[in-house]
């Protein structure tokens, strides 16, 4: 058992946890928010923070008369903490396995600037989003906003028009008895579950109720890699040249879980 039953001496009974156990247990919890010697003492550890990536931060120094090179330009040298989204957190499990990353970096960037580019939209706090609001401009710049926030909906929306309403997973695919609770995952959803909420592929196939199987992880890692393609801006017939995986497209994936 986990706890033992201590009496006091008014003869009352209570459940404590075994030291050992215990201890084992806030090790592990404060193991969680473990910072590196790297980025210095003024980050704390902060288990709640979540999983964080080591970011080291870069500039372009003079080099000679007229040229410039990149070097660190962190505080005294050091490197910082990111929140690690979904797109490191699969890059981490599949370098675990010894596996290329699943996206490459124009995939990644992508899906990092639709995020940004959502939650900056969804953040402007404008009182009216109109086109008829720009013949109200002010000579305080107000007119300037208001034409920075519509273009920012227009690139979304045009990023929404090339992710398109196709279907990642479709469920008509399976047979009946092995459909089960089984949703259809779109496109759309797929990347805003992994873009705006950090899911990861198996992450969207367990919230969809589909099974955490290699070949499956493969289509809708897959279906991701071409989504995110379209939103570049690249016209493929096929998402294979732009993914990571390399190799062959399930096998690639087996053993990966989160």
């Avoid at 505080?75 to 699969?90: E, I, N, Q, W, Y």
């Avoid at 996206?103 to 109109?130: I, N, W």
């Avoid at 196709?166 to 089984?182: D, E, F, Y």
Wanted: glycine letters at 10%; a positive charge.
């Amino acid at each position: 058992m986990n706890v033992v039953i201590v009496v006091d001496a008014s003869g009352a009974a209570r459940l404590e946890a075994r030291k050992a156990d215990e201890a084992a247990r806030i090790a592990k919890v404060k193991a969680k928010g473990f910072v590196p010697d790297e980025v210095g003492p003024e980050i704390p550890e902060a288990p709640a923070r979540g999983p964080v990536r080591m970011y080291d931060l870069v500039g372009l120094y003079p080099n000679g008369e007229r040229g410039f090179a990149p070097k660190p330009a962190g505080f005294r040298g050091r490197k910082t903490l990111v929140r690690a989204d979904s797109f490191d957190l699969m890059a981490r499990k599949a370098k675990g396995h010894n596996r290329p990353a699943p996206f490459s970096p124009s995939q990644v960037a992508m899906g990092r600037f639709y995020r940004d580019l959502t939650e900056k939209h969804a953040s402007a706090g404008m009182r009216c989003s109109s086109l008829e609001s720009l013949s109200q401009r002010s000579s305080g710049g107000g007119g300037t906003y208001i034409d920075a926030v519509l273009r920012d909906r227009e690139r979304l929306a045009q990023m929404h028009h090339r992710i398109g309403s196709g279907s990642a997973l479709i469920v008509r695919r399976h047979r009946p008895s092995a459909r089960g609770s089984r949703v259809g995952i779109t496109d759309r959803r797929l990347v805003d579950m992994v873009c705006l909420e950090d899911a990861t592929i198996s992450g969207v196939l367990r919230k969809h109720g589909w099974s955490i199987k290699s070949d499956l992880i493969a289509s809708l890692t897959l279906a991701l890699c071409n989504a995110l393609d379209r939103m570049v801006g690249n016209s493929r017939s096929s998402g294979v040249t732009g993914c990571h995986m390399g190799g062959d497209p399930v096998s690639i994936w087996d053993e990966i879980r989160d």
